[in-house]
């Protein structure tokens, strides 16, 4: 089993950073590829962003390439959510999550899910 622990949601506003963390317990961490989702109220969730087990390749969804950034520290079992630029369309529940294959965009390929952070920005 894989555990993950999403911190750092909070109120912000608009143009201003967050950085979500997501600590990773049980199995190897670097065995898996992490991914980021959120989810707005009433909707699916939908991709954000994924980092491979190496941190070395990253993707991002066009709403937030350029403002968001992916990171993670195997050493430490976490990854990382950098948020820049905070829009009010931003607002959701951000969950990371634990891939072991397919296509990091898609949410049912994902092995283990957290619990999700709230993050909401005021205009």
């Known amino acids: 089993q894989v555990q993950l622990a999403e911190s750092g949601g909070g109120l912000v506003q608009a143009g201003d950073s967050l950085r979500l963390s997501c600590a990773v317990s049980g199995r190897t961490f670097r065995n898996y590829a992490m991914g980021w989702f959120r989810q707005f109220p009433g909707k699916e969730r939908e991709f954000v962003a994924a980092?491979?087990?190496?941190?070395?390749?990253?993707y991002y969804a066009e709403s937030v390439k350029g403002r968001f950034t992916a990171s993670r520290d195997n050493a430490k079992n976490t990854v990382y959510l950098q948020m820049n630029s905070l829009k009010p369309e931003d607002t959701a529940v951000y969950y990371c999550?634990?891939?072991?294959?397919?296509?990091?965009?898609?949410?049912?390929?994902?092995?283990?899910w957290g619990q999700g952070t709230q993050v909401t920005v005021s205009s």
């Open positions: 999550a634990a891939l072991q294959s397919g296509a990091y965009y898609i949410a049912d390929n994902y092995d283990y």
């Open positions: 980092i491979t087990w190496s941190g070395g390749n990253t």
